[in-house]
């Protein structure tokens, strides 16, 4: 999912940080930090962004589908799993057919989007299965350990019917590649 271009992080006024939605168990564990559903500077543009919860501050964008593009509420969609320190998150949204997880730090005032390996081909090849059998997948984050390393559940559905999950150990360091969004 590429949230659109006029979706910009940038276009968030501080009245729109105000005003946004609280995504459900968004919260960062030292409770300074959050994900909010904002609308654009007086638009209908909206997008989900990170922000401070005293709501003064747009940390940057994050890849979910607001509730008002989408018609179906963030509780039980949206999955938002912090790291310790509250620095890294790793946030998943299931409305896609092939939903996956993306993974934040914060760099300074902003977070941006870690670039990770392909976390469905690493299953499947773990499965030792083509992932043209998979018809639907989906990827959800489900705690850090100490250090970099968050445990993400891969499960799949095959085209014979079977169904396969399983967690599996993703590293996401503070430093490295990040995606340009």
């Not at 014979?160 to 430093?175: M, N, T, V």
Request: charged share 25%; aromatic share 6%; proline share 6%.
């Amino acid at each position: 999912m590429t949230l659109a271009p006029f979706a910009s992080a940038d276009s968030v006024t501080p009245a729109d940080i105000v005003a946004g939605k609280l995504i459900p168990a968004s919260p960062s564990p030292d409770g300074k930090l959050c994900l909010l559903e904002v609308f654009h500077g007086g638009t209908t543009g909206n997008s989900v962004i990170f922000a401070t919860t005293d709501r003064k501050q747009n940390l940057g964008s994050a890849d979910i589908a607001t509730e008002w593009s989408t018609d179906r509420p963030h509780k039980r969609r949206t999955t938002v799993v912090w790291n310790p320190d509250s620095t890294r998150a790793a946030v998943h949204d299931t409305f896609s057919k092939h939903s996956a997880v993306s993974i934040y730090r914060r760099v300074g005032d902003r977070f941006e989007r870690l670039e990770t390996h392909d976390i469905l081909a690493a299953a499947c090849g773990h499965w030792g299965i083509s992932r043209e059998s998979v018809i639907s997948s989906g990827q959800r984050p489900m705690r850090w350990s100490a250090g970099d390393i968050v445990t993400i559940e891969v499960s799949v559905r095959l085209k014979d019917g079977r169904q396969l999950r399983r967690a599996f150990p993703i590293h996401a360091p503070l430093e490295g590649k990040s995606i340009q969004q």
